[in-house]
C-alpha cells in the first residue's frame, strides 16, 4: 500500500521520464517525493543501465542500489521508442504530462522524434526538460560524460589534493547528484512559470554549469581579480590558520575557528591563553602573516586527546568542529537518526530492508519519503496503457511485438 503522506506540493503534477541512470532520475524522483506522478519509461527487456550496476542479488533482479537510490515511488512503463507504435504511445502520454524529461547526449531526442519542438508541438503547455554534460549548445554540447569526467573539466579536481597527491575526485558523484537537484529545483520554477504566462518552458540544465555553480565563490574570485586557486588539501577555504584539519590522538577533527570570537572560543578550549596574547597572533592580520607557527601551537595542544573528547570540548565552547567519520559512524549518529531523512522500504521478493532518501528537509516538521519502493521492470506498464484506453488484447499484441 502506498504510504500516505502530508506535504505533496506537486500533487496533480504528471512527469514523463526518458532519463537513466543518475543526475535524471534523481531529479525526477524529487518530483515524485513532492507528490508528482513520476512515469519512467524504460527499454524493454533492459530498462535503465542502473538496475544491473553492482554484482549482489539486487543487481541479479535488476534492483542494485544505483537503481534503487532515486527510483522509488515512480511508475514504470516499457516501451521502444524506435517503433513507430513505442513512439505514438509516448506521444500520448506527452499530451496528459506536465514535465518532460530526458537526459540523452544533444541530439539523441531529435532522431527520436522526441525533442523540445516536437513535445511542444504535442502539448504546448510542458516543461521540457533537458539535462546533459555540457548544455544543448557550444562547441563540446555533443560529447559523453560522466560525473568524474565533469569533476575533471569543471576544475574542481585541481583545487583538491595537495601539490604532492596531486588531484583527488571527490568521493560521491556530487556533481550528478547536484545536477539532479539543480534540475529539479528549474522544473518547479518552470510550472510556476507556466502558470503566470500560459506558456511552456524548455529547460537546459548540465553538468558541468552546475559544477561551476558548486564552486561559484571560486570563480567568482578568479574572474573578478584573477585570483587562481591551489590544492587546499584539508586547509580550510576561509585561509585561517586556526581553521582546517588537526590530528587527535586517535584521527583528524575538523576545526573552523574563523571569526574573532570563535579564535578566542578555541584559544580558551584549548587553554592556551599564552596562544591569544601573543602579539604574532594578536589579530586576523598578524595571524594570516604568521600562520604556520599558530598552525603549529594548535597541533601541539590538538594530538593530546582523542577526537571525540576535542568534538565535545570545542562545542561547548562554541567552536564549530567535526572530528572525521566513516560512513558506517556517522549513520550510527543519533542526530542522522533523528532526522528521518532515509526511509525503510520492504521489497518484494527481496529478503532484506532497502534504504532510500527522503526529500532531505521537514516540512511543517515531518520528512517526506516516496509513496512505494522503487518498480520492478515494466510492473504498470498495463495499468498505465489499460488507462488510455488499450485493451488486455491490444497490451498483449503490443508485448508479442516487442513494443513494450
Not at 525503510?344 to 528537509?361: C, T
Request: with cysteine.
Amino acid at each position: 500500500m502506498p504510504l500516505e503522506r502530508s506535504f505533496q506540493p506537486l500533487k496533480s503534477i504528471r512527469v514523463i521520464d526518458l532519463s537513466g541512470v543518475l543526475a535524471g532520475p534523481y531529479a525526477t524522483y524529487q518530483l515524485g517525493l513532492l507528490g508528482a506522478e513520476v512515469i519512467k519509461i524504460e527499454k524493454p527487456q533492459t530498462g535503465d543501465w542502473a538496475r544491473q550496476g553492482g554484482d549482489d542479488e539486487l543487481a541479479a533482479l535488476s534492483m542494485a542500489t544505483g537503481y534503487l537510490t532515486q527510483n522509488a515511488g515512480k511508475k514504470s512503463i516499457t516501451l521502444d521508442l524506435k517503433h513507430p507504435e513505442g513512439l505514438a504511445i509516448a506521444k500520448r502520454l506527452i499530451e496528459s504530462a506536465d514535465v518532460f524529461v530526458e537526459n540523452f547526449r544533444p541530439g539523441v531526442a531529435a532522431r527520436l522524434k522526441l525533442d523540445a519542438g516536437a513535445v511542444s508541438t504535442i502539448n504546448p503547455l510542458i516543461v521540457y526538460c533537458a539535462i546533459s554534460a555540457y548544455g544543448q549548445d557550444g562547441a563540446i554540447a555533443q560529447r559523453p560524460a560522466y560525473d568524474h569526467v565533469v569533476q575533471g573539466m569543471s576544475g574542481i579536481m585541481s583545487t583538491t589534493g595537495t601539490t604532492t597527491s596531486g588531484p583527488t575526485k571527490v568521493g560521491a558523484p556530487y556533481v550528478d547528484y547536484a545536477t539532479g537537484l539543480n534540475a529539479a529545483f528549474a522544473i518547479v520554477s518552470a510550472l510556476h512559470e507556466v502558470n503566470r504566462t500560459g506558456k511552456g518552458v524548455t529547460l537546459d540544465v548540465s553538468m558541468l554549469d552546475t559544477s561551476m555553480m558548486l564552486m561559484a565563490s571560486l570563480v567568482t574570485r578568479h574572474l573578478t581579480t584573477g585570483w587562481e586557486p591551489n590544492p587546499a588539501g584539508n586547509a580550510a577555504w576561509s585561509g585561517s590558520p586556526s581553521s582546517g584539519a588537526f590530528e587527535t590522538l586517535d584521527g583528524i577533527i575538523m576545526i573552523a575557528a574563523n571569526t574573532e570570537l570563535q579564535f578566542e572560543s578555541l584559544c580558551k578550549a584549548l587553554d592556551r591563553s599564552d596562544i591569544q596574547c601573543d602579539p604574532r597572533w594578536s589579530s586576523p592580520g598578524e595571524r594570516k602573516v604568521n600562520a604556520e607557527g599558530l598552525h603549529d601551537q594548535i597541533s601541539v595542544s590538538v594530538s593530546a586527546r582523542t577526537a571525540r573528547e576535542w568534538e565535545e570540548i570545542l562545542a561547548m565552547h562554541g567552536v564549530p568542529a567535526a572530528r572525521v567519520r566513516t560512513l558506517p559512524e556517522v549513520l550510527s549518529e543519533n542526530q542522522f537518526r533523528h532526522r528521518g531523512q532515509w526511509q525503510e522500504m520492504k521489497m518484494p521478493g527481496i529478503n532484506r530492508p532497502a534504504y532510500v532518501p527522503a526529500v532531505g528537509f521537514k516540512a511543517d516538521g515531518e520528512s517526506t519519503g516516496p509513496s512505494h519502493p522503487p518498480p520492478r521492470l515494466g510492473q504498470d506498464t498495463d495499468e498505465v496503457l489499460a488507462s488510455m484506453g488499450l485493451t488486455a488484447e491490444q497490451i498483449s499484441a503490443l508485448r508479442g511485438q516487442g513494443v513494450v
